[in-house]
Protein backbone atom coordinates (compact mmCIF):
# COMPACT_ATOMS: atom_id res chain seq x y z
CA UNK A 1 0.00 0.00 0.00
CA UNK A 2 1.47 3.25 -0.71
CA UNK A 3 1.34 6.36 1.18
CA UNK A 4 1.04 9.54 -0.72
CA UNK A 5 2.85 12.52 0.88
CA UNK A 6 2.23 16.02 0.73
CA UNK A 7 4.78 18.20 -0.87
CA UNK A 8 4.96 20.56 2.35
CA UNK A 9 5.78 17.17 4.35
CA UNK A 10 8.62 15.75 2.03
CA UNK A 11 10.16 18.94 2.11
CA UNK A 12 9.92 19.56 5.96
CA UNK A 13 11.29 16.09 5.97
CA UNK A 14 13.87 16.34 3.86
CA UNK A 15 15.30 19.47 5.81
CA UNK A 16 14.39 17.96 9.29
CA UNK A 17 16.88 15.14 7.97
CA UNK A 18 19.56 17.13 6.63
CA UNK A 19 19.41 18.90 10.07
CA UNK A 20 19.89 15.74 12.09
CA UNK A 21 22.75 14.49 9.78
CA UNK A 22 24.44 18.01 9.47
CA UNK A 23 24.29 17.76 13.07
CA UNK A 24 25.80 14.54 13.81
CA UNK A 25 28.77 15.44 11.23
CA UNK A 26 29.37 18.54 13.79
CA UNK A 27 29.46 16.57 16.68
CA UNK A 28 31.90 14.52 14.75
CA UNK A 29 33.93 17.08 13.56
CA UNK A 30 34.31 18.64 17.10
CA UNK A 31 34.93 15.56 18.84
CA UNK A 32 37.52 14.70 16.37
CA UNK A 33 39.18 18.19 16.74
CA UNK A 34 38.81 17.79 20.23
CA UNK A 35 41.01 14.42 20.04
CA UNK A 36 43.54 16.38 17.58
CA UNK A 37 43.83 18.98 20.05
CA UNK A 38 44.38 16.31 23.17
CA UNK A 39 47.05 14.58 20.98
CA UNK A 40 48.85 17.77 20.05
CA UNK A 41 48.90 18.95 23.70
CA UNK A 42 50.17 15.73 25.03
CA UNK A 43 52.77 15.62 21.74
CA UNK A 44 53.77 18.93 23.15
CA UNK A 45 54.15 18.40 26.60
CA UNK A 46 56.58 15.12 25.59
CA UNK A 47 58.40 17.27 23.09
CA UNK A 48 58.65 19.91 25.46
CA UNK A 49 59.61 17.51 28.55
CA UNK A 50 62.10 15.84 26.01
CA UNK A 51 63.28 18.98 25.14
CA UNK A 52 63.80 20.83 28.83
CA UNK A 53 65.69 17.57 29.25
CA UNK A 54 68.13 17.64 26.48
CA UNK A 55 68.81 21.16 27.28
CA UNK A 56 69.48 20.12 31.09
CA UNK A 57 72.21 17.07 29.68
CA UNK A 58 73.52 20.25 27.22
CA UNK A 59 73.94 22.50 30.46
CA UNK A 60 75.80 20.01 32.28
CA UNK A 61 77.92 18.77 29.65
CA UNK A 62 78.86 22.34 29.05
CA UNK A 63 79.49 22.59 32.96
CA UNK A 64 81.62 19.91 32.78
CA UNK A 65 83.60 20.51 29.87
CA UNK A 66 84.51 24.06 31.22
CA UNK A 67 85.35 22.49 34.76
CA UNK A 68 87.44 19.68 32.78
CA UNK A 69 89.11 22.83 30.55
CA UNK A 70 89.84 25.01 33.57
CA UNK A 71 91.54 21.93 35.44
CA UNK A 72 93.46 21.57 32.31
CA UNK A 73 94.55 24.66 32.16
CA UNK A 74 95.42 24.86 35.50
CA UNK A 75 97.53 22.00 35.12
CA UNK A 76 99.12 23.25 31.78
CA UNK A 77 99.96 26.23 33.32
CA UNK A 78 101.17 24.62 36.86
CA UNK A 79 103.34 22.55 34.30
CA UNK A 80 104.68 25.54 32.12
CA UNK A 81 105.62 27.12 35.28
CA UNK A 82 107.56 24.09 36.55
CA UNK A 83 109.65 24.11 32.70
CA UNK A 84 110.29 27.45 33.15
CA UNK A 85 111.87 26.74 36.64
CA UNK A 86 113.55 24.35 35.67
CA UNK A 87 114.93 25.85 32.65
CA UNK A 88 116.01 29.16 34.66
CA UNK A 89 117.50 27.16 36.96
CA UNK A 90 119.37 25.31 33.98
CA UNK A 91 120.15 28.67 32.33
CA UNK A 92 121.81 29.94 36.07
CA UNK A 93 123.71 26.58 36.98
CA UNK A 94 124.87 26.12 32.84
CA UNK A 95 125.81 30.03 33.17
CA UNK A 96 128.19 29.52 35.86
CA UNK A 97 129.51 25.69 34.35
CA UNK A 98 130.43 28.04 31.07
CA UNK A 99 131.79 30.48 32.71
CA UNK A 100 134.02 27.39 34.54
CA UNK A 101 134.42 25.66 31.80
CA UNK A 102 135.64 28.59 29.57
CA UNK A 103 137.95 29.19 32.70
CA UNK A 104 139.60 25.51 32.55
CA UNK A 105 139.94 25.99 28.86
CA UNK A 106 141.98 28.46 29.39
CA UNK A 107 144.16 27.18 32.26
CA UNK A 108 144.45 24.40 29.99
CA UNK A 109 145.44 25.89 27.19
CA UNK A 110 148.09 28.18 29.20
CA UNK A 111 149.54 24.80 31.06
CA UNK A 112 149.94 22.94 27.70
CA UNK A 113 151.92 26.05 26.40
CA UNK A 114 154.13 26.14 29.19
CA UNK A 115 154.64 22.75 29.28
CA UNK A 116 155.17 22.72 25.50
CA UNK A 117 157.66 25.49 26.28
CA UNK A 118 159.69 23.38 28.80
CA UNK A 119 159.77 20.57 26.09
CA UNK A 120 161.06 22.83 23.79
CA UNK A 121 163.94 23.94 26.50
CA UNK A 122 164.24 19.84 27.47
CA UNK A 123 164.70 19.15 23.52
CA UNK A 124 166.96 22.12 23.58
CA UNK A 125 169.75 20.61 26.24
CA UNK A 126 169.34 16.90 24.58
CA UNK A 127 170.20 18.71 21.07
CA UNK A 128 173.18 20.17 22.21
CA UNK A 129 174.29 17.42 24.26
CA UNK A 130 173.74 14.82 21.35
CA UNK A 131 177.77 15.21 20.04
CA UNK A 132 178.96 14.37 23.17
CA UNK A 133 176.26 11.33 24.13
CA UNK A 134 176.93 10.08 20.82
CA UNK A 135 180.93 9.69 21.47
CA UNK A 136 180.49 8.17 25.08
CA UNK A 137 181.18 10.92 26.97
CA UNK A 138 178.57 11.16 28.91
CA UNK A 139 174.90 10.23 29.08
CA UNK A 140 171.49 12.20 28.78
CA UNK A 141 168.74 10.32 30.26
CA UNK A 142 165.63 11.22 32.97
CA UNK A 143 165.77 10.53 36.27
CA UNK A 144 164.06 11.30 39.28
CA UNK A 145 161.91 13.82 37.58
CA UNK A 146 164.82 15.67 36.23
CA UNK A 147 166.85 15.53 33.05
CA UNK A 148 170.28 14.13 34.00
CA UNK A 149 173.78 14.51 32.54
CA UNK A 150 175.62 11.88 33.71
CA UNK A 151 179.44 11.69 33.99
CA UNK A 152 181.52 8.24 35.01
CA UNK A 153 182.82 9.35 38.44
CA UNK A 154 186.14 7.60 37.58
CA UNK A 155 186.79 9.39 34.17
CA UNK A 156 187.05 12.53 36.19
CA UNK A 157 188.41 11.25 39.82
CA UNK A 158 190.90 8.59 40.98
CA UNK A 159 189.08 6.17 43.26
CA UNK A 160 188.33 8.31 46.86
CA UNK A 161 189.59 11.18 45.38
CA UNK A 162 188.33 14.65 44.67
CA UNK A 163 191.09 16.16 42.20
CA UNK A 164 190.04 15.93 38.54
CA UNK A 165 192.04 14.29 36.22
CA UNK A 166 193.89 15.84 33.49
CA UNK A 167 191.87 13.70 30.76
CA UNK A 168 188.93 15.23 32.53
CA UNK A 169 189.22 18.71 32.14
CA UNK A 170 188.76 18.61 27.51
CA UNK A 171 185.25 16.77 28.86
CA UNK A 172 184.23 19.76 31.12
CA UNK A 173 185.44 22.31 28.81
CA UNK A 174 183.40 21.12 26.13
CA UNK A 175 180.80 20.82 28.37
CA UNK A 176 180.70 24.31 29.71
CA UNK A 177 180.64 25.31 26.10
CA UNK A 178 177.42 23.96 25.54
CA UNK A 179 176.22 25.19 29.03
CA UNK A 180 177.45 28.54 28.64
CA UNK A 181 174.94 28.56 25.57
CA UNK A 182 171.80 27.66 27.53
CA UNK A 183 171.99 30.78 30.19
CA UNK A 184 168.16 30.37 31.01
CA UNK A 185 169.04 27.39 33.01
CA UNK A 186 169.87 26.07 36.04
CA UNK A 187 171.94 23.08 36.44
CA UNK A 188 173.07 21.37 39.85
CA UNK A 189 176.37 19.47 39.96
CA UNK A 190 175.55 16.18 42.13
CA UNK A 191 178.02 13.56 43.49
CA UNK A 192 177.60 9.58 44.03
CA UNK A 193 179.30 7.28 45.47
CA UNK A 194 179.30 3.54 46.28
CA UNK A 195 179.24 2.24 49.50
CA UNK A 196 182.59 1.35 50.41
CA UNK A 197 184.20 3.19 53.31
CA UNK A 198 182.19 5.50 55.84
CA UNK A 199 179.55 6.59 55.54
CA UNK A 200 180.62 10.71 56.86
CA UNK A 201 183.72 10.13 54.52
CA UNK A 202 181.29 9.42 51.46
CA UNK A 203 179.10 12.35 52.23
CA UNK A 204 182.47 14.70 51.93
CA UNK A 205 183.64 12.79 48.89
CA UNK A 206 180.19 13.36 47.32
CA UNK A 207 180.04 17.01 47.58
CA UNK A 208 183.77 17.69 47.63
CA UNK A 209 184.01 16.01 43.93
CA UNK A 210 180.37 18.41 42.69
CA UNK A 211 182.40 21.63 44.65
CA UNK A 212 185.74 20.58 42.36
CA UNK A 213 183.83 20.41 39.22
CA UNK A 214 181.46 23.98 40.08
CA UNK A 215 184.60 25.69 40.29
CA UNK A 216 186.25 24.26 37.75
CA UNK A 217 183.47 25.18 34.98
CA UNK A 218 183.25 28.95 36.54
CA UNK A 219 186.97 29.53 36.38
CA UNK A 220 188.07 27.14 33.70
CA UNK A 221 184.86 27.36 31.31
CA UNK A 222 184.04 30.17 32.08
CA UNK A 223 180.09 29.17 33.12
CA UNK A 224 178.49 31.69 35.11
CA UNK A 225 178.00 30.71 39.15
CA UNK A 226 174.70 31.70 39.29
CA UNK A 227 173.53 29.12 36.79
CA UNK A 228 174.90 26.61 38.85
CA UNK A 229 174.93 24.66 42.52
CA UNK A 230 176.28 21.75 44.26
CA UNK A 231 175.12 18.74 45.93
CA UNK A 232 176.49 15.57 47.83
CA UNK A 233 174.42 12.92 47.81
CA UNK A 234 176.96 10.30 48.76
CA UNK A 235 176.06 6.44 48.63
CA UNK A 236 172.06 7.26 48.81
CA UNK A 237 171.08 7.19 45.31
CA UNK A 238 172.78 4.83 43.37
CA UNK A 239 171.55 3.43 39.98
CA UNK A 240 172.35 -0.35 40.58
CA UNK A 241 173.12 -2.28 43.73
CA UNK A 242 176.56 -2.23 45.26
CA UNK A 243 176.92 -5.91 44.64
CA UNK A 244 179.58 -5.70 42.30
CA UNK A 245 182.81 -3.96 41.30
CA UNK A 246 181.43 -3.41 38.17
CA UNK A 247 178.07 -1.89 39.82
CA UNK A 248 179.99 0.41 42.03
CA UNK A 249 182.02 1.80 39.10
CA UNK A 250 178.58 2.44 37.83
CA UNK A 251 177.40 4.64 40.96
CA UNK A 252 180.39 6.43 41.12
CA UNK A 253 179.66 9.60 39.24
CA UNK A 254 179.06 13.47 38.82
CA UNK A 255 175.46 14.18 37.53
CA UNK A 256 174.28 17.70 35.84
CA UNK A 257 170.55 17.93 36.93
CA UNK A 258 168.44 20.43 34.93
CA UNK A 259 166.52 22.36 37.68
CA UNK A 260 162.98 22.76 36.28
CA UNK A 261 161.77 26.65 36.57
CA UNK A 262 158.74 26.77 38.11
CA UNK A 263 157.47 30.19 37.39
CA UNK A 264 156.84 27.58 33.78
CA UNK A 265 154.51 25.28 35.59
CA UNK A 266 152.90 27.80 38.29
CA UNK A 267 151.71 31.25 38.62
CA UNK A 268 153.95 31.32 41.75
CA UNK A 269 154.04 35.00 43.47
Known amino acids: MFVRLRPARLLTGVVLTSLALL ?30 GERDKCATAKTEAEATEKDRMAR ?38 KLDRVSASINKVREALQVMSDAGKLQVKVARGFLVIALQGDILF ?36 DDTGA ?25 QGKNLSAGGYAMYQPVIDNTTDQNKQTNRRVEFLLIPNLSELLNLK
Open 158 to 193: DSGKSKLKEEAKPILLELAAILKTLPDRLFQVAGHT
Open 76 to 113: AAEELARTKKVLNDCTSKGGDSAKLYASCQLDRDEARQ
Open 23 to 52: TSGCMMTSTHDQLLDQERKKLGERCAGQLA
Open 199 to 223: EDLNWELSMQRALTVVQFLIKQGTV
